[in-house]
Nanobody
Framework: VQLQASGGGLVQPGGSLRLSCAAS????????MGWYRQTPGKQRELVAT???????NFADSVKGRFTISRDNVKNTVYLQMNSLKPEDSAVYYC??????????WGEGTLVTVSS
């Protein structure tokens, strides 16, 4: 299983970024897909997830600012991040869960929100 994430970078407060993560090698396709983030000294936390049926879950801190979507043909998940704040700065990790509830993680992509 391989997860290829992209889209991180430096953005000013109030700006937008779009992360994407393409999954390959997952038998029967991903069941759940999502994004987590981590800052130094803190535990990894959920940002947003989306099921194969399209049900979405968001952390309270990003509701109304972030959206998550997926392309089930391409096995790709997207995270559109708007109105970014400095506290959104973190390493963002793509997560995929397969039919047998096994979790796979991408390498992480750095998002820095700073003026």
């Amino acid at each position: 299983v391989q997860l290829q994430a992209s889209g991180g970078g430096l953005v000013q407060p109030g700006g937008s970024l779009r992360l994407s993560c393409a999954a390959s090698g997952i038998v029967f396709g991903p069941k759940n897909m999502g994004w987590y983030r981590q800052t130094p000294g803190k535990q990894r936390e959920l940002v947003a997830t989306i099921t194969s049926g399209g049900s979405r879950n968001f952390a309270d801190s990003v509701k109304g600012r972030f959206t998550i979507s997926r392309d089930n043909v391409k096995n790709t998940v997207y995270l559109q991040m708007n109105s970014l704040k400095p506290e959104d700065s973190a390493v963002y990790y793509c997560n995929v869960r397969d039919t047998w509830y096994r979790d796979y993680w991408g390498e992480g992509t750095l998002v820095t929100v700073s003026s």
